[in-house]
């Protein structure tokens, strides 16, 4: 029998104050960019002094890092509900680049294009990371691979190849492209083209 592990007064404090400078760091990053973000103002905000900052976040980066993490388990978590229920290939892609949306649509597009540097950097912090580290990809990768067991797909698709290429597509699209009407008619043929590419021929 397991038992858990109560947090103590103390971890829950760390905890709040961890929220409360991840919290002032997003509304900073957000009116000035990462880049430009100006710790001090943080801080101020968060009501900590400095070496707390740098205490749960040793650079701006890691804050972006554990924005990018908490967006794609709220993704991943969203995803997940819909494939419970009837669907299919150009549904399940035309969610995952709604989900997508939705990261933007609530960070603001500056916020947006900062995560998106870094998640593509070479300079990003955690170099260890494996494909198997982000829900999102997982869950098309999976849902791919149940499509070319059922004969849906072609037998010899890459399920990780295509999850990852029509991620890439999604946010490629998403940081290069201003006009609405252009970003729809793009998203919409990169799912037909992600579709087609699929099919069995």
């Given at each position: 029998?397991?038992?858990?592990?109560?947090?103590t007064?103390?971890?829950?404090?760390r905890?709040q104050?961890?929220?409360?400078?991840?919290?002032?760091?997003i509304?900073?990053?957000?009116?000035?960019?990462?880049?430009?973000?100006?710790?001090g103002?943080?801080?101020?905000?968060?009501?900590?002094?400095?070496g707390?900052?740098?205490?749960?976040?040793?650079?701006?980066?890691?804050?972006?890092l554990?924005?990018?993490?908490?967006?794609?388990?709220?993704?991943?978590?969203?995803?997940?509900r819909?494939?419970?229920?009837?669907h299919?290939?150009?549904?399940?892609?035309?969610?995952?680049?709604?989900?997508?949306?939705?990261?933007?649509?609530?960070?603001g597009?500056?916020?947006?294009?900062?995560?998106?540097?870094l998640?593509?950097?070479?300079?990003?912090?955690?170099?260890?990371?494996?494909?198997?580290?982000?829900?999102?990809?997982?869950?098309?990768?999976?849902?791919?691979?149940?499509?070319?067991?059922?004969?849906?797909?072609?037998?010899?698709?890459?399920?990780?190849?295509?999850?990852?290429f029509?991620?890439?597509?999604?946010?490629?699209?998403?940081?290069?492209?201003?006009?609405?009407?252009?970003?729809?008619?793009?998203?919409?043929e990169?799912?037909?083209?992600?579709?087609?590419?699929?099919?069995?021929?």
């Amino acid at each position: 029998m397991t038992t858990s592990v109560k947090p103590t007064s103390r971890d829950t404090r760390r905890l709040q104050t961890r929220q409360r400078i991840l919290g002032a760091a997003i509304a900073e990053f957000k009116r000035s960019g990462m880049g430009a973000a100006d710790v001090g103002a943080i801080v101020t905000s968060a009501g900590v002094a400095h070496g707390t900052f740098y205490f749960h976040f040793p650079t701006k980066e890691h804050v972006l890092l554990e924005l990018e993490s908490r967006e794609e388990a709220r993704m991943a978590t969203e995803l997940t509900r819909f494939l419970e229920e009837p669907h299919d290939m150009p549904a399940t892609l035309t969610k995952v680049a709604e989900l997508v949306i939705s990261v933007e649509d609530g960070l603001g597009g500056l916020l947006f294009k900062d995560i998106l540097a870094l998640h593509f950097s070479p300079s990003r912090p955690r170099h260890d990371e494996v494909w198997t580290d982000h829900p999102m990809i997982v869950l098309l990768v999976g849902e791919i691979d149940r499509a070319q067991q059922r004969g849906d797909t072609h037998p010899e698709v890459d399920a990780f190849c295509s999850a990852v290429f029509f991620l890439l597509g999604v946010y490629g699209v998403l940081s290069t492209t201003s006009s609405q009407t252009a970003r729809d008619i793009m998203l919409r043929e990169l799912v037909a083209t992600a579709v087609r590419s699929l099919e069995v021929r």
